[in-house]
């Protein structure tokens, strides 16, 4: 059960004064999402993006123009439109030092005439501009008594706005959240708190929302890193509970005696790299070991993960156990299949395909020979953790791909089996703040050697203006034998962004080079998307126009010419990921990066990173940079729990601190029992990792 001190914080917007159906539907959108509507905690939790600043001038010819200006003046002249004419009304109000025009469109006469009566003094907020070089506000912002100045804040808080809320309203029902924060019973550890000068989480609930400065409204302060700190400590003690469940659960010593290892290493084309051997080392080690494995074999674009898979799967079948790899899309799970299954079978191993798409005698046949372990390996889609897929015996998942996986998902893998292994791959290098954040329950191998032969690819950034010079260069290359990787953002043309669409420029590339185009996009039928990949890798193809499904993993040793178009509206790992499918055969490969200028210069940063690197981990740190995590890990576009407070990219330190304090608190109070242990549970519950709890009361 949630603490009830939390109960006015999670309650629905509705339940604030001012917050009608109407309004509440607008927030519910906004804030909301497809399973609950948008509660207190989740405005309180809306920090502001700035401040304007209102604090008054002396007198009207010190105002700035162009500012937002604050003054007060007695109002001297009303000036109604002419009848019959669409012209404003004006007022003119004026101090000792000068006047302004106070311009109103479409006003109601007789609610100006009561507001601003004929020689009544009025303290006005507004943008003051320059007309016909007189001064002159239209639609002042605030006009107020100057009884009422103390009111007025002299930086007022800019929220985040959506379609059907204004500014005003915004910044009332926000406030009116924030004050709904009770006196919390204090969670952090005493000395940490003197030391960091932090205020009670009250007390910086209230700063965050009544900023001092416009520096303090861009969250540059004391008070958002202890709310942040709180945040990243509540994470931290959810990821130290489930690591100390995952140890508590009986795991299952899983050895073999090396033959099938053996006879996959041996059919092996090329030499394991020294990363490869050390993680296939490690992570057998694990294996063996009666607690289960929790690792993330971290490794850039092509540095041999799914031979270090494979040479674990290995181990669990010299055992008698079985092992599933599971993949993101289909396209890979199959790509995983057909690259596996030759060593596989060189090995005696049986290996089988099941993803959505499996149906009828086939899809019965692999089912069979899972539930009575005839099947060593099944590779596949998240179908794979469907019901009605039975085990024979479990001992390995393997889940490539799935940063986007939270803690909470990796805990429901091992449910198909006893004491399930889990190994998580993924070739998106990961600043180390946020494997800390986001894999702080895992043991993490880093591959970070590619494997030899692999040659360097050329990187050149390229005006859209030369689109012509590109489709020769792609001709030329398709002339003397290579194929090529054509990627775009949108699959159809959008009217909103000037953007070429894959459809689009298929149609324009078939027009010059016949039936060497193909086109995939995920809006294509499974069959069809399967064919258009066979065709290219089997050479029919020569030009694949693609939208960014071939992110992750497709390998086509040949294709050695990569176009990303609009290259400046893509992240830099989805950059490098893409990069990551050409390079991977003999031949020399060249990444155009096709832009179209003028440049912004967050764009301007990650082509030239690009040009400069091909490593992986130093993107990865400038896409932090440039970025912030929740677009880093995806979690923008994939749902997952999004940072609401803390911003790990700048606040490493206070991680570190997090991470320090909740292994000592897990160690020396694990069942949160102590005074501390039981304001640890409200804050668990305050930012949603409630799992954590029900992991205490699971034993």
């Not at 009884?147 to 379609?163: G, I, S």
């Not at 895992?442 to 990187?459: C, Q, Y």
């Not at 040949?558 to 176009?563: D, H, K, L």
């Not at 991470?659 to 694990?670: S, T």
Request: with cysteine; hydrophobic share 45%; aromatic share 6%.
């Amino acid at each position: 059960m949630r603490p009830s001190i939390l109960d006015p914080l999670f309650a629905p917007v509705t339940t604030l004064a001012g917050v009608g159906p109407k309004l509440g539907k607008v927030l519910d959108r906004f804030l909301g999402d497809e399973t609950r509507p948008a509660r207190v905690v989740d405005l309180m939790f809306q920090l502001p993006t700035g401040a304007v600043d209102r604090r008054p001038s002396p007198s009207i010819a010190d105002t700035p123009i162009g500012d937002v200006a604050t003054f007060t003046a007695r109002v001297s002249e009303h000036r109604p439109a002419p009848a019959g004419k669409k012209a404003p009304y004006r007022i003119i109000v004026e101090d000792e030092t000068g006047d302004v025009t106070l311009v109103f469109f479409h006003a109601d006469s007789r609610h100006l005439v009561q507001t601003l009566p004929i020689g009544a003094y009025r303290l006005i907020s507004g943008k003051l501009e320059l007309w016909e070089g007189m001064r002159q506000m239209v639609h002042p912002e605030r006009i107020l008594d100057p009884k009422l100045a103390a009111t007025l804040p002299a930086f007022e808080p800019v929220y985040p706005l959506t379609e059907g809320i204004g500014q005003r309203m915004m910044m009332r029902t926000v406030q009116a959240a924030a004050e709904r924060c009770p006196e919390m019973p204090e969670w952090q550890d005493p000395a940490f708190l003197a030391k960091s000068d932090f205020p009670s989480f009250h007390q910086a609930v209230e700063a965050l929302h009544h900023p001092v400065d416009r520096k303090a409204a861009e969250g540059d302060t004391v008070a958002r890193r202890r709310i942040g700190y709180d945040e990243l400590l509540a994470s931290q003690i959810a990821l130290a509970l489930v690591r100390r469940q995952q140890k508590k659960i009986a795991g299952r010593a899983t050895t073999g005696d090396g033959g099938v290892r053996f006879r996959i290493q041996s059919a092996l084309p090329f030499e394991l790299t020294e990363g490869q051997r050390k993680a296939i080392a490690d992570i057998h080690a694990d294996m063996a070991r009666p607690e289960k494995m929790l690792r993330l074999l971290q490794g850039d674009v092509g540095s041999g993960k799914t031979v270090v898979a494979l040479m674990a799967m290995a181990a669990a079948a010299e055992a008698g156990r079985q092992s599933v790899l599971m993949a993101p899309t289909e396209i890979l799970a199959r790509q995983h299949a057909e690259r596996l299954a030759p060593l596989a079978e060189k090995a005696g191993l049986k290996l089988a395909l099941l993803t959505g798409r499996e149906k009828g005698a086939g899809r019965k046949q692999v089912l069979a020979g899972l539930a009575d372990g005839s099947i060593d390996i099944a590779v596949g889609t998240h179908a794979l953790f469907q019901e009605g897929v039975a085990f024979y015996d479990l001992a390995l998942a393997v889940v490539d791909e799935q940063h986007r996986f939270g803690v909470h998902q990796r805990l429901l893998l091992g449910s198909k089996g006893e004491a399930v292994d889990v190994l998580v791959m993924t070739a998106t290098p990961i600043p180390r703040t946020l494997s800390l954040t986001w894999f702080g329950d895992m043991d993490i191998s880093i591959l970070s050697e590619k494997p030899a032969g692999r040659k360097p690819i050329v990187t050149r950034a390229i005006s859209s203006e030369r689109y012509d010079e590109v489709v020769g260069a792609i001709g030329r290359a398709v002339e003397s034998g290579a194929q090529a990787y054509w990627v775009c953002p949108l699959v159809q043309e959008s009217d909103t962004l000037d953007v070429a669409a894959a459809q689009e420029r298929y149609d324009a590339l078939r027009d010059i080079f016949g039936d060497k185009v193909g086109l995939l996009h995920g809006q294509m039928p499974g069959r069809e998307k399967d064919a258009a990949m066979a065709a290219f890798v089997a050479g029919e193809t020569r030009i694949l126009v693609s939208t960014t499904v071939i992110e992750v993993g497709v390998d086509v040793p040949n294709a050695s010419v990569m176009v990303i178009e609009h290259a400046e509206r893509f992240g830099l790992a989805q950059l490098h990921q893409l990069r990551g499918r050409i390079g991977r055969g003999s031949a020399a490969s060249t990444c155009l990066l096709l832009y179209k200028g003028p440049l912004g210069p967050i764009a301007e940063a990650r082509l030239t990173i690009m040009r400069e690197t091909e490593d992986g981990f130093r993107i990865a740190e400038e896409d932090l940079r440039l970025r912030g995590e929740g677009e880093v890990l995806g979690t923008k576009q994939s749902g997952s729990p999004d940072w609401r407070i803390a911003r790990p990219e700048i606040d490493g330190d206070l991680l570190a601190a997090a991470r320090d304090d909740a292994r000592l608190l897990i160690e020396r109070d694990p069942h949160l029992e102590t005074p501390r242990g039981q304001a640890i549970r409200v804050l668990l519950y305050l930012f949603e990792r409630d799992v954590a709890i029900r992991l205490l009361r699971a034993g």
